[in-house]
């Protein structure tokens, strides 16, 4: 991954808070894994880490291993969404 790779050679990675986009569509689980561990690690070292996915089990690895996640989901409000807690 040149991305995680790049992240984790900024000097400044520590006052950024990186967006990282549903990182794992059509990975297998073992790529899965491996994409979550990595993006622990940069999430270890950067300001703010935000992962956006449609798949809920690869977002409960945060949940259920990271002490601070502040779980979020766009939520359907009548004709609108909504940002809520998830």
């Known amino acids: 991954m040149f991305l995680v790779a790049q ?3 900024d000097p400044d990675i520590s006052r950024k808070t990186i967006i990282i986009d549903d990182p794992i569509t059509s990975l297998d689980i073992h790529r ?3 994409t979550f ?3 622990k690690k940069i999430a270890s070292i950067a300001k703010q880490c935000i992962v956006l ?3 809920q089990y690869f977002l409960h690895l ?3 291993d990271i002490a601070d996640v502040k779980p979020f989901q766009i939520a359907r409000d ?9």
Do not use: N, T, V
């Open 7 to 9: 992240l984790r050679s």
């Open 32 to 34: 899965k894994k491996s």
């Open 37 to 39: 561990h990595e993006i």
């Open 53 to 55: 996915s449609h798949d």
């Open 62 to 64: 945060f949940w259920k």
């Open 78 to 86: 009548g004709r609108r969404s909504k940002f809520a807690e998830w």
